[in-house]
């Protein structure tokens, strides 16, 4: 069995396409490079064509939605919901506020530390979404920012469209969030978890774990920062303060049945700090949990060192 990779520049991070046909590979990255083009259009909030950016100019009235803006946003709303706010999509307005205004390129390249205030999130409660209407609704302060979910989405809807488009068994890495499809190779497709997506095993601590199904996401405190008139911030916050998240942890890595569920419970672990590896295991995800000074906490499923060098 063959195997062929392609990766190219997507979403502010790099895309990876990892297929079992090499003869499938080039149709395989037309249909990833489409599905991250529509992602993108619409839930982008750096792009001033995009349908969220459209959404935070209609001044609370309603607006006409794509189905795939619709279907960003409703996910975004259960994640708020099943985490109890912890995950909220109406954080756009915390992370301006926090000096995050535009391309992650530009604001770590300023000259000036980004002045800042502390502001809330506004609440998911506030975000209407009529699917029979075909439109979606937000109050005219609120700024949606669709980062805990959409990128998740985006890699889950891209590897189940390889697979039944281009036919093949594919892996879908956006910059750490990796959604598998079709029947894995003997013994899993074999994922590198770090602390830096970019990294590689030969320069970066961490592990190699087997993933058979769903989707694994590493959120990390270590990789976005930039510099604030307070401090150094990060990517990670807590919507119910407006800051970001205390660095109990620097990388939470999570296996669950979808990339998506496993990025919102990476990220919910970071702002949830101490109560996190209880709250992962109350919910039967498998987790690494990594703290600033390296030391690790394993939930139960998620293979430790000793056992992989056992099973070796």
């Known amino acids: 069995m063959s195997i062929a990779s392609a990766t190219?520049?997507?979403?502010?991070?790099?895309?990876?396409?990892?297929?079992?046909?090499?003869?499938?590979?080039?149709?395989?990255?037309?249909?990833?490079?489409?599905?991250l083009d529509a992602i993108d259009r619409a839930c982008s909030r750096f792009r001033d064509d995009s349908e969220v950016r459209q959404l935070g100019r209609a001044d609370g009235g309603w607006m006409r939605a794509s189905r795939l803006l619709r279907e960003a946003?409703?996910?975004?709303?259960?994640?708020?919901e099943q985490t109890d706010g912890v995950v909220d999509p109406t954080v756009g307005g915390t992370m301006r506020a926090?000096?995050?205004?535009?391309?992650?390129?530009?604001?770590?390249?300023?000259?000036?530390?980004?002045?800042i205030e502390i502001r809330p999130a506004a609440g998911w409660r506030c975000i209407e979404i009529d699917d029979a209407g075909g439109r979606v609704r937000v109050p005219s302060d609120v700024e949606?920012?669709?980062?805990?979910?959409?990128?998740?989405?985006?890699?889950?809807?891209?590897?189940?469209?390889v697979f039944r488009l281009a036919g093949t068994p594919a892996l879908v890495n956006l910059g750490g969030d990796i959604a598998v499809a079709g029947p894995a190779p003997a013994g899993g497709w074999p994922i590198h978890v770090g602390d830096d997506h970019r990294a590689t095993p030969s320069d970066a601590d961490g592990q190699v774990v087997a993933v058979a199904a769903?989707?694994?996401?590493?959120?990390?405190?270590?990789?976005?920062?930039?510099?604030?008139?307070?401090?150094?911030?990060?990517?990670?916050?807590?919507?119910?303060?407006?800051?970001?998240?205390p660095e109990v942890w620097r990388t939470v890595s999570v296996a669950a049945a979808s990339c998506l569920d496993a990025n919102?419970?990476?990220?919910?672990?970071?702002v949830l700090g101490e109560e996190a590896p209880g709250w992962l295991h109350a919910r039967a995800l498998a987790a690494r949990l990594v703290r600033p000074d390296g030391r690790t906490t394993f939930t139960p499923g998620w293979p430790t060192p000793q056992e992989l060098a056992c099973a070796a």
């Open 264 to 270: 919102v419970a990476s990220t919910a672990a970071i």
């Open 214 to 245: 769903g989707g694994l996401a590493t959120s990390s405190t270590t990789v976005r920062r930039w510099r604030t008139t307070e401090g150094i911030a990060h990517h990670v916050v807590d919507p119910r303060t407006g800051r970001p998240a």
């Open 98 to 115: 926090l000096g995050w205004d535009a391309d992650f390129r530009v604001v770590v390249s300023r000259q000036s530390p980004a002045r």
């Open 144 to 161: 949606i920012d669709l980062g805990s979910t959409a990128k998740a989405l985006a890699a889950d809807r891209a590897a189940a469209a």
């Open 8 to 35: 190219f520049p997507a979403l502010g991070t790099t895309a990876e396409l990892i297929t079992l046909d090499p003869l499938a590979l080039a149709d395989g990255v037309d249909v990833l490079e489409r599905e």
């Open 73 to 80: 946003l409703s996910v975004a709303v259960a994640a708020a």
